[in-house]
């Protein structure tokens, strides 16, 4: 179908289509949280924690290309991108239900791959479908609304256990450490998983595909073989401004992913003095970093719907940018704030950098490719989250002890600098420049 005939969606609707991303970002923020502190209480060694972490970059390197290429190619009773919402939310809800339960470091690491394939098998789709289902001026509300949703629900998941702390006693642990207000939040996660999921699909359904693309589809029928063939030809034809994104995410990416793993570890040093993940203090300094990620995530959820406006006046480029500079200079900062309200304050820097990298950047890329390979490249641009992840991943535990003193605050300034120095790339690339509408307003404007 083409745009012109694409219905346009209130935006109660737009909201509705989106519901289930509040419940994949719930999953994302519980992994985000409370991994590293989890892989801390099973006996994880800090230089060595990237490691651990190695499911989401593998999982999503692999998974979201392929399944990019088979729902361009899907055709079903329910639709190109339905089946692939389903399959992924059960996987995550199950990961999510035996997570807390795990009873080593082995176990802990591999549910997170189960996890992590889950919520790439829902993710890539769920972008493409709303690409599919808006017309292209609809598309920043329809991006910027799924920023938003992510900013709510990793809010609440950041804050999930502070919250259970009501109704349950932070120190009651189990064997293993793993406090009982983590069970209790990634049983919540896993419910809101699915039930999200199917509340987005059966309120807003797929558009029926036209007898045109019914036939291309015909023509080029589902395989495995196919589906790479699709994978390697769209890489070799990738758009110039799709390739120029590149080294902007592998900057903001890699400092994003150092941030995840190393935010409750820092705080325990500048703010609890304590480097031992079995005391007391560190349990603090954990319930602390997951106050501060939910506040940013606030942030990300309000500054993504302010941001709507701006970008449709301005354009994602330089909005992004500026959301990049605000994270960097937080993150340089971060490691000397020795006062807990004051890290509240750089969390409003974080968070208007993750509202940009959650929003803007699709922006960008749907105004860059093909529509009628929008699930493959949405795949593809995945690859350009996750090789930066995979590189932090081989190279943090190298450069831990010699280039950052086995000091977690180091970390986070290495992820600053790498946060501007993504803001600069940004602005290079030819994608997401202030709109035509907007340019031919200011232009009418007579000069005072």
């Known amino acids: 179908m083409k745009n012109a005939a694409k219905p346009r969606l209130s935006l109660l609707r737009i909201v509705e289509m989106n519901i289930g991303f509040f419940g994949l970002q719930f999953s994302f923020g519980l992994q985000q949280a409370n991994m590293g502190p989890i ?28 399944v990019g290429a088979l729902s361009d190619r899907t055709s079903s009773r329910l639709g190109r991108r339905t089946p692939y919402f389903l399959i992924g939310a059960i996987l995550c809800s199950l990961a999510l239900f035996a997570m807390p339960y795990s009873p080593t470091l082995w176990v802990a690491a591999s549910l997170l791959w189960i996890l992590d394939a889950g919520n790439n098998i829902t993710m890539e789709p769920y972008r493409a479908y709303v690409s599919d289902r808006l017309a292209p001026d609809q598309r920043p509300v329809g ?5 938003a949703f992510t900013g709510l629900a990793q809010t609440l998941s950041y804050l999930a256990p502070t919250l259970l702390t009501a109704f349950f006693a932070k120190d009651v642990i189990d064997a293993n450490g ?40 015909a023509a080029r029928p ?3 073989s196919s589906a790479l063939s699709d994978i390697a030809t769209a890489i070799r034809e990738m758009p110039r401004p799709m390739r120029q994104l590149a080294f902007a995410m592998l900057c903001q990416w890699y400092a994003m992913f150092v941030y995840w793993q190393y935010i409750a570890f820092a705080i325990g040093r500048s703010l609890y003095d304590t480097a031992d993940p079995q005391s007391a203090a560190f349990r603090e300094a954990t319930l602390t970093a997951q106050q501060i990620g939910a506040f940013y995530n606030f942030i990300a959820f309000a500054s993504a719907l302010a941001l709507i406006p701006i970008v449709r006046r301005l354009g994602a480029r330089s909005v992004h940018a500026v ?22 304050v750089l969390m409003l820097g974080i968070g208007l950098g993750w509202a940009g990298m959650m929003g803007n950047t699709y922006v960008m890329l749907a105004d860059a490719i093909p529509p009628a390979r929008t699930g493959i490249y949405m795949g593809i641009f995945n690859m350009f989250i996750v090789i930066p992840m995979l590189i932090e991943t081989v190279t943090m535990p190298l450069i831990y002890e010699p280039l950052l003193g086995s000091d977690p605050r180091n970390a986070l300034m290495l992820g600053g600098g790498l946060m501007l120095l993504g803001a600069v790339a940004t602005l290079f690339v030819q ?6 509408r907007a340019v031919s307003e200011a232009a009418s404007i007579p000069p005072a």
């Open 39 to 66: 892989y801390g209480f099973l006996g994880a060694d800090e230089a060595t924690m990237p490691l651990l972490w190695l499911a989401g970059p593998m999982t999503g390197l692999i998974v979201q290309p392929i």
């Open 222 to 224: 589902l395989s495995a």
């Open 323 to 344: 959301c990049l500079a605000a994270s960097g200079a937080a993150m340089l900062l971060i490691p000397g704030m020795e006062d807990k309200a004051g890290l509240f």
């Open 143 to 147: 991006f910027l609304t799924q920023s």
């Open 431 to 436: 994608a997401g420049g202030r709109p035509a």
């Open 178 to 217: 793993v406090p009982a207000i983590v069970r209790v939040a990634f049983i919540i996660g896993a419910i809101l998983s699915i039930s999200t999921i199917v509340w987005s699909i059966w309120r807003v359904p797929e558009l029926p595909l036209s007898e045109a693309e019914q036939a291309d589809l």
